[in-house]
């Protein structure tokens, strides 16, 4: 029995689409349940493609609304870093089972996690039905003392992962930063990463300062630094990237990295620049977009914070044409980066989609992508499916108000609520 839609809208057509086996077996004007077929009807909603965060702290969830409105190093290492040291595996469990909840709602199918006891976050990501790539930070504090028990707690959580997470929750590295990784663990990582086939997340120039301080210690800025330890690849994902300049995007898309910029997150931490998207495209780096942390954000809603890309691109260039609505789409769909595996929505492809809402105020009248990007938020999702099984269904979701109250006991616990 597979998941079939009856009646939904694709590019102004009614159209049917059946499921099979995680990955849809057919779409088009014809196709038809079968008979043990689990139906959806679609009459009154839109197909689109799920959306993929490229880069968030999904455990994160339980500091929603704890120490707002700080300087970045002040909110960091005064108020969330001490906490952090606390939370157990149940902690970052429920909080990304939250933060599940909220993607869910809100038409992300597939994101890009970095948090600590990455382990419980896949654990939650399998249980919550949706995919993520998911990997504990590495933090020596550029140190090589501490080198070597990092990347052994590394190596670890990697297994931790697998044996948690198995097939929709991958296991990935997540070095934590030019400024609190060694040239070592640097190394270590690029090595382990290619030898065994797993994907690296890193913040990379968020702030001037981390430039300024690069430059002064190794005499070069963070992007060459990271190629100079091996760590600019097709299978890298940089957060962040506000303070990159020409000669580093050239580098970077001649190593084949993605960006993953986070407009939103980088505006409430007020980091004073804006990531040079434009630029970034000229030279074809891959780009993908990040709500960031649900501290430092607070939303995880990426249809908002595509809004947010597109107008602050625009903003900066003077040019109101200078980004496009189904640019902006495809950004937030994963479709701009090979890395981060948006599909079409065709035969052939994962079962990975949503049925939007057709008929509600904030998509009539117009096209579907710009009323998606500029007039509606997340809340226009009534149906998400991930490999083929629905984990909302008419603005549902299973089992949320459990996760809700679990995730509020644990911030309460944490003293963060
Ligand atoms: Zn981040």
């Known amino acids: ?77 005064e108020n969330i870093w001490p906490v952090e040291k606390r939370m157990s595996d149940d902690d970052v469990y429920w909080g990304t ?51 070597e028990r990092a990347c052994s707690d590394a190596a670890r959580s990697l297994d931790e992962i697998a044996e948690h997470g198995a097939e929709r929750a991958r296991p990935g590295f997540a070095p934590h930063a030019p400024y609190t990784v060694s040239e070592r663990s640097l190394r270590w990582v690029a090595e382990t990463a290619v030898e065994r086939g797993i994907p690296v997340q890193i913040h990379l120039s968020e702030t001037e300062g981390e430039v300024e301080a690069c430059v002064a210690k190794h005499g070069m800025r963070p992007a060459a630094w990271l190629d100079h330890c ?120 994962p079962a990975d989609f949503l049925l939007v809402r057709a008929g509600a105020p904030e998509l009539a009248p117009g096209e579907l992508i710009p009323n998606l990007v500029y007039a509606a938020s997340g809340s226009i999702v009534d149906t998400t499916v991930v490999a083929g099984r629905a984990l909302m269904r008419s603005g549902v979701v299973e089992g949320a108000d459990e996760v809700v109250a679990r995730a509020r006991e644990r911030a309460q616990g944490l003293g963060l609520a």
């Open 1 to 77: 029995m597979g998941l079939a839609i009856r009646d939904a809208t694709l590019d102004g057509a009614t159209v049917g689409l059946r499921c099979e086996d995680g990955m849809i077996a057919a779409l088009g004007p014809d196709v038809e349940p079968g008979p043990d077929d689990d139906v959806i009807d679609g009459a009154g909603l839109a197909l689109a493609p799920g959306l993929v965060n490229a880069h968030t702290h999904a455990g994160m969830t339980l500091f929603r609304g704890y120490a707002d409105d700080l300087p970045l190093m002040e909110w960091l290492e």
């Open 97 to 147: 089972r939250l933060a599940c909840v909220e993607m869910i709602r809100s038409g992300t199918t597939s994101f890009w996690d970095m948090y600590w006891h990455a382990h419980a976050a896949a654990r939650a990501v399998e249980d919550a039905g949706v995919r993520a790539v998911t990997a504990a930070p590495l933090i020596d504090d550029d140190d090589e003392e501490k080198s």
């Open 230 to 349: 091996g760590m600019l690849g097709p299978g890298t994902i940089l957060a962040h990237g506000v303070w990159l300049d020409e000669a580093e995007l050239e580098l970077i898309a001649e190593r084949g990295a993605t960006v993953a910029t986070n407009p939103v997150a980088n505006m409430k931490l007020a980091v004073g620049g804006v990531f040079p998207y434009l630029a970034a495209r000229e030279r074809g780096v891959a780009v993908g977009l990040g709500t960031d942390g649900p501290g430092s954000n607070n939303s995880l809603d990426l249809l908002s914070d595509a809004k947010a890309f597109a107008l602050i691109q625009k903003h900066v260039a003077g040019d109101p044409a200078a980004v496009t609505a189904e640019e902006t789409f495809d950004i937030a769909a994963g479709r701009r980066s090979e890395l981060l595996g948006g599909t079409a929505l065709a035969a052939g492809a």
